[in-house]
């Protein structure tokens, strides 16, 4: 298997030749940028498999290089790193589209664990993917959902989903009538590390609800089981 490429976008020195040296010493190739700017352009020029992004960062922060990234469409998994340690800080960096979040000061182990865990996620979606082909279109009444483009049309017209809103929906459309906790919805979304942020989960169904159903106070698609959590509805109830 050919090394991943991992881009780490972080202005302090010591941290950045820490975390380049352990991935690198796991067979990653990394590259290293300290600045918002260049590291959002180095992101775009080169086809990486994972973004180690520091959220404080000079010019441009790493918020808005996140927020830049997946309005491009590049849906590259996101480490966000940060000095803060707020539930605000920490929710707003997952609503701009970061996968993972981990304050400072972190440990190098579990730093590398993050990495890892978010580079296996993105090799088993891809494999499931390609093992069932009938998975890369699926179609619930008028809603259709395509994996490969990451394309969610209503009535045939697109709806602009964010990156977590759509890997939300295609989590739920994978699984039609399976009912999930929130716990679950984020151990299985967002990953490891997110014990504890269950309303991030309320906010995403909430706004997911307000893009795809036509009445989000009486929705068709995305479920409430009220005292479980939620589930996408089965083709049939659709139909």
Request: charged content about 25%; glycine content about 6%.
């Amino acid at each position: 298997m050919p090394p991943k490429n991992i881009l780490v976008i972080e202005d302090n020195p010591d941290i950045a030749h820490l975390v380049g040296m352990h991935l690198r010493d796991r067979n990653m190739q990394v590259d290293i940028e300290t600045e918002g700017k260049s590291g959002l352009e180095q992101a775009l020029q080169k086809n990486y498999d994972l973004l180690v992004l520091d959220l404080m960062l000079p010019g441009m922060d790493g918020m808005d290089v996140c927020r830049a990234l997946r309005q491009r469409e590049i849906y590259t998994p996101v480490l966000m790193l940060t000095a803060r340690n707020s539930e605000v800080d920490r929710v707003l960096g997952l609503e701009a589209g970061a996968d993972d979040y981990l304050a400072k000061p972190f440990s190098v182990a579990e730093l590398v664990a993050r990495v890892s865990a978010l580079l296996r996620r993105v090799e088993v979606y891809d494999s499931a993917a390609n093992q069932d082909q009938a998975l890369q279109h699926m179609a619930y009444g008028q809603l259709t959902v395509d994996p490969e483009k990451r394309r969610v049309s209503l009535a045939g017209r697109v709806i602009e989903l964010t990156a977590k809103e759509f890997d939300l929906l295609w989590h739920f459309a994978s699984n039609p009538g399976r009912v999930y906790t929130r716990s679950q919805l984020l151990d299985s979304v967002w990953g490891y590390g997110h014990v504890g942020y269950e309303h991030t989960v309320n906010s995403h169904i909430n706004r997911l609800r307000a893009k795809i159903e036509h009445d989000p106070s009486n929705p068709r698609y995305v479920l409430t089981v009220w005292g479980v959590g939620y589930k996408f509805t089965s083709p049939d109830d659709v139909a």
